[in-house]
């Protein structure tokens, strides 16, 4: 559950940052950095095609849920309910962080200074992320 707020905290000073310069010293941030410095792809779609099989994988522990409705009270209700959401929270929790990350820095910067969640974490939130955190 912490993770989650963490999340929804940076997503949220993140908006600030691109809409209303919150942290920026009043200077919106925009969304201009998805399409400068080479676009989504400046390297090509090779980074993309390397990356697809991490990405499928990662997600290949959805089955879980089939497991989980032999174990579960009411199936049809719970399952069908997990199976519902899993869109909405891959799309908040994941395609939303990164797209906040990717509007707030260009591509070129991210990677040398450490991990870009908690480069926007400290910078627009104001805190230092716990250790145990980070490393989870």
Same mark, same amino acid.
């Given at each position: 559950?912490?993770?989650? @707020?963490?999340?929804? /905290? =940076? ?9 209303? %310069?919150?942290?920026?010293? #009043? +200077? $919106? ?15 090509? @779609?090779?980074?993309? /095609? =390397? ?9 290949? %522990?959805?089955?879980?849920? #089939? +497991? $989980? ?68």
């Amino acid at each position: 559950m912490i993770k989650i @707020v963490t999340i929804v /905290l =940076m997503i949220i000073s993140g908006l600030g940052a691109i809409i209303f %310069g919150l942290g920026n010293h #009043g +200077i $919106a941030t925009g969304i201009h950095n998805l399409w400068l410095h080479g676009g989504i792809f400046p390297a090509g @779609v090779s980074g993309l /095609l =390397m990356a697809l099989p991490l990405v499928l994988f990662s997600y290949g %522990g959805i089955e879980m849920l #089939g +497991i $989980a409705a032999g174990e579960a009270k009411e199936p049809e209700k719970s399952i069908s309910k997990a199976v519902n959401t899993v869109f909405w929270r891959i799309l908040i929790f994941y395609v939303g962080a990164l797209f906040i990350i990717m509007s707030i820095y260009p591509w070129n910067e991210l990677g040398t200074q450490g991990s870009p969640f908690v480069m926007t974490f400290e910078k627009w939130v104001y805190l230092q992320l716990p250790e145990s955190l980070i490393l989870s």
